[in-house]
């Protein structure tokens, strides 16, 4: 399980933070998402190039989940970091409130996580299945997949 970090005596100084893996193409694609959402609210680094300047977060912990870091040194964690991204542009805030109030969807987000960071490499092409390989203009296509699986379920219903 990724390691939770509280905060950074070493805070970005205008905007918050989004800290990711620069060479993981699943990270890579769901910051362009990200960035859409949030605009120019949050700033967008991959650790490779600024986890020297968190002189108090060792590198590998970057490594392991995305953080969010505040302007107040506050850091986000893994789901929730990218929960607060939403939450902050007024998207789907039940999803930080949630994370921040129950301990069972923090759990649960938490072990989803790992999973997916578990197995980047297959959540990358389920990914692309579901929304296209352009993460800036997402295709509805995971709408396709559910229909198909409601009408095969009807279908084998009636048939049965």
């Known amino acids: 399980m990724f390691t ?4 950074t005596a070493f805070p970005p100084k205008e905007r918050p933070l989004m800290v990711y893996d620069g060479k993981c193409g699943f990270c890579k694609y769901w910051v ?18 600024v986890a020297v300047n968190f002189k108090d977060i060792p590198e590998h912990y970057f490594a392991e989940a995305v953080r969010c870091i505040e302007i107040d040194g506050k850091v986000f964690n893994g789901p929730d970091a990218a929960y607060i991204t939403y939450f902050r542009k007024g998207k789907v805030t039940f999803l930080h409130k949630w994370y921040s109030n129950n301990s069972w969807f923090q759990k649960l987000s938490d072990f989803a996580y790992q999973f997916i960071a578990d197995n980047r490499n297959v959540m990358s092409k389920i990914t692309i299945r579901l929304f296209g390989k352009n993460p800036a203009n997402p295709k509805p296509y995971w709408k396709y997949y559910l229909l198909a699986i409601i009408v095969i379920t009807l279908t084998a219903i009636i048939l049965s």
Not at 34 to 49: A, F, N
């Open 4 to 7: 939770k970090i509280q905060s």
């Open 32 to 49: 362009i998402r990200w960035k859409k959402i949030s605009g120019l609210s949050v700033d967008y680094k991959p650790y490779q190039e």
